[in-house]
């Protein structure tokens, strides 16, 4: 079994900053994308960051120059470092986590969620 578990969510004013933390464990061979997803109520669930094994970012429009995706391979592990959050930016974020598994089969995990929640 492969375990995504999320952390670092809560709720802070505008202008503020938040760090999101997101860790992978069990049968993995090899984790090629870490990403961080958010959904607000009423919408769909939208890519807010992605990083390759190779270190190359996506980020939404909407995050750019504000957030920043980093992972560290060696741990599984991937961050979300916020900052000048808006109230725009309130959503549960997930994390998703494409890797293949000792089989070499390739699937992709989600985490529970961290909601964060942002006050004007």
């Known amino acids: 079994q492969v375990q995504v578990v999320e952390s670092g969510g809560g709720l802070v004013q505008a202008g503020g900053s938040l760090r999101l933390s997101c860790a992978a464990s069990?049968?993995?061979?090899?984790?090629?994308?870490m990403g961080w997803y958010r959904q607000a109520p009423g919408n769909q669930r939208e890519l807010v960051a992605s990083?390759?094994?190779?270190?190359?970012?996506i980020y939404a429009d909407s995050v750019k120059g504000r957030f920043t995706i980093s992972r560290d391979s060696a741990k599984n592990t991937v961050a979300l470092q916020m900052n000048s959050l808006k109230p725009d930016d309130t959503a549960v974020y997930y994390c998703?986590?494409?890797?293949?598994?000792?089989?070499?089969?390739?699937?992709?995990?989600w985490g529970q969620g961290t909601q964060v929640t942002i006050s004007s």
């Open positions: 998703n986590v494409d890797l293949f598994l000792p089989e070499l089969i390739r699937r992709d995990y």
């Open positions: 990083i390759s094994r190779g270190g190359v970012t």
């Open positions: 069990g049968r993995i061979h090899s984790i090629a994308v």
